[in-house]
């Protein structure tokens, strides 16, 4: 008896650190390459998130979610021009092609931070978890960098669910 449950535990453990090397060899083939979140002015509750991942992989992976204890909720959103207007929508993933990049930036593609849990200041790290519809995660952390205009503090905080 006592044999059998040693080699059971024996073999969940090999299993487990087979595993987790596949899931680790998976997740370097996804590699930050720059980034950083928008400082804010303190009363303003949101924030975006832009990074450059680029994917060494033989297939495309497609980003799904991302957590971060720096906000209630972080959405992925685009910008859309609809009418003359430009406007930001949420959006269920972004594909980063195999061999190919990912660039969220102001102008496009981002991760927007809703219900920041406290101000970031210049230079905090932001840590970011990355979700891709495959199951696999990617913690990256993130630099809080320079300080928006007025104006488009004003855009992030009006800035809501759609």
Request: a negative charge; hydrophobic letters at 45%; glycine letters at 4%.
């Amino acid at each position: 008896m006592e044999f059998k449950t040693l080699k059971a535990i024996f073999k969940h453990l090999f299993n487990f650190l087979v595993l987790s090397s596949l899931s680790f060899a998976a997740s370097a083939s996804i590699v930050l390459v720059d980034g950083h979140v928008r400082a804010m002015p303190a009363s303003v509750p949101n924030t975006a998130a832009y990074f450059t991942l680029e994917n060494h992989t033989a297939n495309a992976v497609t980003l799904v979610a991302v957590n971060t204890p720096a906000a209630k909720e972080a959405q992925l959103h685009t910008i859309i021009e609809e009418n003359g207007m430009v406007k930001m929508r949420q959006v269920n993933g972004f594909s980063i092609p195999s061999h190919g990049s990912l660039t969220l930036q102001p102008t496009g593609d981002h991760v927007m931070l809703l219900s920041l849990t406290a101000p970031l200041v210049v230079d905090d790290k932001v840590p970011l978890n990355l979700i891709f519809e495959d199951g696999q995660q990617l913690m990256i952390e993130l630099p809080v960098l320079k300080q928006a205009t007025t104006q488009e503090g004003e855009q992030a905080d009006h800035h809501h669910h759609h």
